[in-house]
């Protein structure tokens, strides 16, 4: 009974279950890969788009975003695509070790998103409803980031651009994510003032609580993965407790 115990183990590994158990654990990961990346760059658009279209004022990145689209005549995609590739630029050149091909194609994808999303939001009318609905687009579009944001920070080698410039600069000095992410809102809102972009209320609350927000809302996540034994991105010198 032993003999024949020991005989079926050895012919195990010439069917191949050894090598179709890793095989398996890296297609799922490749497909989480893919879907967390899809699901960070669609939440992000409709958090672009509610936040502009509510009319309040855009977030701060938007601010510049859309600041460029009215001071170079062209689309709000083709705007944020223009600034996602020069933050790509930035990212790779500081801080490459998050840069991948999750983050590449979000930089592409991103700009596509938004125009595709924006056709089914801007016939709302949003600026024209009641102020009520309007800041709820605008808390709505502020979790959106939130949620895009924390969501994307976690998957390998998938950190957007700006945040990849942001921890890079954590580590240098540092200074904590939140903090030094509110830093380049007021950055970013200055400029995008300049640019002619639209601001208000909403463009305020961007400022106080991006930085925030994404910090809260990422270190809930990690701690779900961390509980699921789900694999995610560490990020140097973070704590999540």
Not at 13 to 28: E, F, Q, V
Request: proline letters at 2%; glycine letters at 8%; hydrophobic letters at 50%.
């Amino acid at each position: 009974m032993d003999r024949e115990v020991k005989n079926v183990s050895e012919k195990i590994p010439s069917i191949g279950i050894k090598k179709s158990l890793p095989a398996m654990g890296k297609n799922y990961k490749i497909k989480s890969i893919v879907v967390e990346t899809v699901l960070s760059t669609i939440i992000c658009a409709i958090g672009v788009c509610l936040f502009i279209e509510a009319g309040l004022g855009s977030d701060t990145i938007d601010v510049l975003v859309d600041g460029m689209h009215r001071h170079f005549s062209i689309t709000l995609g083709q705007a944020d695509q223009l600034f996602t590739f020069t933050f790509l630029i930035l990212a790779f050149l500081c801080n490459r070790q998050y840069i991948g091909m999750p983050c590449i194609a979000y930089s592409i994808m991103i700009g596509f998103m938004i125009d595709f999303v924006n056709q089914w939001i801007m016939p709302l009318h949003l600026s024209e409803a009641s102020f009520f609905i309007r800041i709820t687009c605008v808390l709505l579009g502020q979790f959106c980031f939130a949620l895009s944001y924390g969501i994307f920070q976690t998957v390998e080698k998938g950190m957007n651009t700006v945040d990849a410039v942001i921890y890079f600069l954590c580590k240098k000095t540092k200074i904590a994510y939140k903090w030094l992410r509110t830093i380049f809102d007021v950055i970013f809102f200055i400029i995008g003032i300049y640019f002619g972009g639209v601001i208000g209320i909403g463009t305020i609350f961007s400022v106080c609580f991006t930085g925030i927000m994404t910090d809260f809302v990422h270190q809930m996540i990690v701690k779900v993965k961390r509980k699921k034994g789900i694999a995610y991105m560490e990020i140097a010198g973070e704590d999540v407790a």
